[in-house]
């Protein structure tokens, strides 16, 4: 039988959608510090969040290619579980905030992800995400197919998933992880709680 395929529900911005999140049974929530995302959020607003987020559910800080001072100000003020990141980031630099860390890889033909991700052998798990030049949270699908079949760390698939074809992706693929941002929304930053849950359940069908 498959393992449990674990759900990040990534740009939260709001107490309703964090509460919305895990009442769902999400494992993970991400907090974004890209400024020109939509779901950026606010140092002080992203410390509310982290406090009220429940036990056993996992508090993701994602960035791109920040300066180490704006990531260690996040680490010490907001104190979440584990950093993303997006960018064009060092193994060393990943390694550097005493935190475990994802490392993200946006994914397009002719791109060698196993030797993308090679540095990265540190890395808690490895996310593919489409090619976008807005570094996610576009909606934005990339060819599955491209995937490595064994990736040497635990695989997180991310990139225009919904409720829709996550169950596909996840009988053909067998991700550790789905991260998903854009599919559960009604609009940029504002998660829809009944998309969350179709999401969350179709995502739980796939593993029976």
């Not at 920040?66 to 060092?90: S, W």
């Not at 635990?154 to 996840?170: D, E, R, Y």
């Not at 053909?172 to 969350?200: H, N, Y």
């Amino acid at each position: 039988m498959p393992g449990r395929t674990r759900v990040k529900i990534c740009g939260i911005t709001r107490l309703e959608d964090l509460e919305a999140a895990a009442q769902a049974g999400a494992d993970a929530v991400g907090f974004v510090f890209y400024p020109p995302s939509p779901r950026c959020l606010e140092v002080a607003t992203a410390r509310r969040l982290r406090r009220a987020a429940p036990a056993f559910v996992t508090t993701v800080a994602l960035f791109v290619n920040a300066p180490p001072a704006d990531v260690a100000r996040v680490v010490a003020e907001v104190r979440p579980d584990m950093l993303q990141f997006h960018g064009e980031e060092t193994p060393e630099y990943c390694e550097s905030f005493g935190l475990p860390y994802i490392k993200a890889a946006r994914v397009r033909a002719g791109i060698d992800l196993l030797e993308y991700w090679r540095p990265f052998a540190g890395a808690a798990a490895w996310l593919a995400d489409a090619w976008v030049e807005a570094y996610g949270g576009v909606g934005a699908r990339f060819d599955w197919s491209l995937l490595p079949a064994r990736p040497a760390r635990p695989l997180v698939l991310s990139g225009g998933l919904t409720s829709a074809n996550v169950g596909a992706a996840i009988r053909a693929l067998r991700p550790w992880a789905v991260d998903v941002s854009s599919g559960v929304e009604s609009a940029k930053g504002i998660k829809d709680a009944a998309r969350i849950a179709a999401f969350i359940a179709e995502v739980r069908n796939a593993d029976v």
